[in-house]
C-alpha cells in the first residue's frame, strides 16, 4: 500500500539553528500539505503545493519557514532560526489533485517530532 | 472570531456502546466536513466526508450527520470496540478560504 514518507521521524535541535524535514507524497498525488501539530491540538495548515505551485501558504510563518517542491514531487519544509515555539509534530499529506476548497481524501505521513532546546 | 470546537477532550464509554462525538464551528460558512482518526505518533487517517448539502453519511460501523443550521457536525461510532480507542478530529474547508482542523477529542472505549 502507498504511503507518504517523512524524515527525519524525530529531530532534536538547539534555537537559532536551522532545520529541514523531507515528505514524499504517495505516487501520482499533485497535491502537497505541510501541518504542524502542537501537543493536544488539531493539525494547523502552513502550506498548500498543487504540484510545483503554492496554492495557500497564509499561515506559514514567512520569516523563518520556506518550502519548496521543486519538481513537483518530493518537498521540503526549512525553518530558520529554529525557536522555542516551533517544537511540534510537522506531518505531511498529499491528495489527488482536489483544487480548492479541498474534497480529496488527505493521506498523511508519520511525520517528523522536533524539539527546539 | 472563527473557531471549532468539539465537545470534549476526553470521552470514556464502555465497549458495545454508541460513542458520539460533536463538532460545533463559529462564523464559518463550509463546504464540507471530514473526519479523521489519530493514534498517539501517527498522522491522521481520513474516514468520512459530509458536504453541507448532506444530512448523513454512513460507513460501516460510523456514520455522521451535519446540520447547518445548528453548525454541528455529529460522528457516530456504533456497537464501539477497544480498536476504536483513538483522537477523532474533524475538518472543515469554507470554500477555500479555510482548512481547519478541531482541536480532537481523544476516545477511549472500556472493554
Known amino acids: 500500500e502507498a504511503e507518504v514518507a517523512q524524515s527525519p521521524r524525530y529531530k532534536i535541535t538547539e534555537k537559532s539553528q536551522a532545520v529541514a524535514f523531507w515528505c514524499d507524497p504517495i505516487s501520482g498525488h499533485a497535491t502537497l500539505y505541510w501541518y504542524r501539530q502542537i501537543l493536544g491540538q488539531g493539525p494547523e495548515l502552513l502550506v498548500q503545493f498543487q504540484d510545483e505551485s503554492v496554492v495557500d501558504d497564509s499561515q506559514l510563518p514567512k520569516d523563518r519557514f520556506s518550502a519548496e517542491r521543486l519538481k513537483g514531487v518530493d518537498s521540503t519544509l526549512k525553518i530558520q532560526p529554529a525557536e522555542l515555539g516551533d517544537s511540534a509534530m510537522y506531518l505531511c499529506?498529499?491528495?489527488?489533485?482536489?483544487?480548492?476548497?479541498?474534497?480529496?481524501?488527505?493521506?498523511f505521513g508519520p511525520g517528523t517530532r522536533l524539539t527546539v532546546l | 472570531s472563527q473557531k471549532i470546537e468539539q465537545n470534549s477532550e476526553a470521552l470514556n464509554i464502555q465497549e458495545g456502546k454508541t460513542a458520539t462525538l460533536t463538532c460545533n464551528y463559529t462564523n464559518y460558512s463550509p463546504a464540507y466536513l471530514q473526519w479523521y482518526r489519530q493514534d498517539p505518533g501517527r498522522g491522521p487517517v481520513f474516514l468520512l466526508l459530509i458536504r453541507e448539502n448532506e444530512k448523513e453519511k454512513r460507513k460501516e460501523r460510523l456514520k455522521v450527520t451535519f446540520d447547518t443550521t445548528l453548525k454541528q457536525s455529529l460522528f457516530h461510532i456504533t456497537a464501539s470496540q477497544p480498536a476504536d480507542s483513538a483522537t477523532y478530529l474533524c475538518a472543515l474547508d469554507d470554500y477555500g478560504q479555510n482548512f481547519v482542523f478541531g482541536p480532537g477529542t481523544r476516545l477511549s472505549v472500556l472493554p
Open positions: 499529506a498529499s491528495s489527488l489533485p482536489g483544487g480548492v476548497p479541498r474534497l480529496d481524501e488527505q493521506f
